[in-house]
């Protein structure tokens, strides 16, 4: 078996939380949109990497995912995220912090979901 992506499915209560948190703090274009749908939903992208987006108050109050982004300059994207969108910081990992495991982190958290920005 060969797989070459994994496109995550996040719903938001209101997607206008998920577009603040991956295309305004997290520099993400918006790929396809159906945002005046009854059913909001999107697609954002950030060169291979592509999120589903769906405003669902149902699945968003059952669905609470956390995932981590990788980098290769921790500290540029915190930098930037701390001078922009310093709210979405999660408060337990809110600065870059090298981890027992070897790798420096620091988290962001929005109404829905929880993002670890990592670098090895």
């Not at 059952?62 to 969108?85: G, M």
């Not at 912090?97 to 420096?104: E, I, Q, V």
Request: aromatic share 12%; hydrophobic share 40%; net charge negative.
């Amino acid at each position: 078996m060969n797989f070459i992506k994994l496109v995550p499915n996040i719903f938001y209560k209101n997607i206008s939380g998920g577009l603040k948190t991956f295309v305004n703090c997290l520099e993400f274009t918006v790929g396809y949109e159906e945002l005046s749908a009854e059913q909001p939903f999107c697609v954002v992208e950030k060169g291979d990497l592509r999120i589903n987006l769906f405003q669902n108050q149902q699945l968003a109050a059952e669905h609470h995912p956390e995932f981590r982004l990788v980098t290769d300059n921790i500290e540029e994207v915190y930098e930037k995220i701390k001078a922009k969108y310093p709210e979405l910081l999660h408060p337990n990992l809110n600065g870059i912090t090298l981890r027992p495991w070897g790798a420096k982190e620091f988290a962001l958290m929005d109404e829905q979901i929880g993002i670890i920005i990592q670098q090895w």
